[in-house]
């Protein structure tokens, strides 16, 4: 089974449904890996390419189509330059525009240039690129938090302005024949007494029914970018998660591709812009950028997502959000804690009773 949350005896793949589980029973939200007992102190011998390589051959095999979620950066980037090396078919890539011109930039002079330096390896791929109109925005805004919504997943997964995974893979019914691949996820590494762990934060996960995350789905691949990982921590004499030098440690800067910065703004108190007497805060450089475009060209458009925000708050009494807006996302929850000095497998709890900070 693919990644997903566990609240009492109740299994779920989103994580809006979990929070309101929880809120109704007070039960705690568990995050259920697909590693069972994998011992993740043994390193795979094959390279990471390798690896790569022979799972997307794996996921051709097991599946009538395969789509490739494209954004240009690095994670995904690696997935679509292993495919055109070992000449791997997938039916579709596909590109998600938010439809605010400026915030696209990522889409626009990464990805859509990457894709046609590949084109000629790509003739069979269908190469869609996605765009939604603002009569899409203001349906999706005016329509607010309905029950379809929470049942799919639409909503409290992304709180963004932009509306992306919203309208595309989150609102597809589960169709075991198509798999919806996307570049997820790095993992975390901390160290405990003379041990190094592994853990997964959800909200960088992402977890879903119809999102396959490709690195961290496969415990081979996993176990491998964590030892990559750790040898490049213990070389710099560090004891934890540094996400700046992540690309160079897994190998992601192999190619000449030029990966678009990636600007986020948790932890930080001056991350709104005031509009008419409202505060919008955006977690993300692209959201900052989309907000200031629509107080000049749609500025219902914010208010319609305002009143949304409010009916998530209303929906969970108003936990879990971060600052307790829902535009900053939820609070995360943790995995189990996988060693890689040595076969054991902790909860957050046994290995830090009085509290552990991500």
Request: glycine fraction near 6%.
């Amino acid at each position: 089974m693919n990644f997903h949350y566990k609240v009492g005896s109740e299994i779920f793949f989103n994580k809006l449904q979990a929070i309101q589980k929880n809120v109704e029973t007070t039960d705690p939200i568990y995050l259920e890996d697909p590693y069972e007992d994998a011992d993740f102190s043994v390193v795979p011998e094959q390279s990471l390419d390798d690896l790569i390589a022979a799972h997307l051959r794996q996921l051709r095999e097991s599946h009538e189509k395969i789509k490739l979620y494209y954004s240009g950066g690095s994670d995904s980037h690696l997935l679509l330059d292993s495919i055109v090396k070992n000449n791997i078919h997938v039916d579709e890539i596909i590109c998600l525009k938010s439809g605010i011109p400026p915030a696209d930039f990522e889409i626009d002079k990464f990805a859509i240039p990457a894709l046609s330096n590949y084109a000629g390896q790509l003739k069979g791929t269908k190469i869609t690129i996605k765009t939604p109109t603002m009569q899409d925005y203001f349906d999706y805004y005016k329509d607010g938090i309905t029950n379809d919504k929470i049942q799919s997943g639409m909503a409290g997964t992304h709180n963004y302005f932009r509306l992306l995974w919203s309208k595309d893979i989150f609102v597809q019914e589960r169709h075991t024949g198509t798999l919806h691949i996307r570049g997820l996820e790095k993992p975390r590494i901390v160290k405990h007494g003379t041990e190094y762990y592994a853990y997964i934060l959800d909200t960088e996960m992402e977890p879903h029914e119809n999102n396959y995350q490709f690195y961290s789905a496969m415990a081979t691949i996993q176990i491998k970018q964590c030892h990559m990982y750790l040898e490049k921590i213990q070389q710099l004499g560090q004891n934890t998660h540094i996400p700046n030098i992540w690309e160079e440690t897994v190998g992601k800067s192999m190619t000449d591709h030029a990966f678009p910065p990636k600007e986020i703004y948790f932890g930080q108190v001056d991350n709104f812009i005031t509009f008419k007497g409202y505060k919008f805060y955006y977690s993300n450089n692209k959201d900052r950028i989309a907000i200031n475009w629509c107080c000049e060209n749609h500025p219902n458009l914010l208010f319609l997502w305002h009143e949304s925000l409010q009916e998530l708050k209303s929906l969970t009494k108003n936990q879990w959000w971060n600052d307790g807006r829902p535009e900053m996302g939820t609070t995360g929850v943790l995995s189990k804690f996988r060693c890689l000095t040595k076969k054991a497998i902790k909860t957050v709890d046994e290995l830090y009773p009085n509290g552990f900070k991500p």
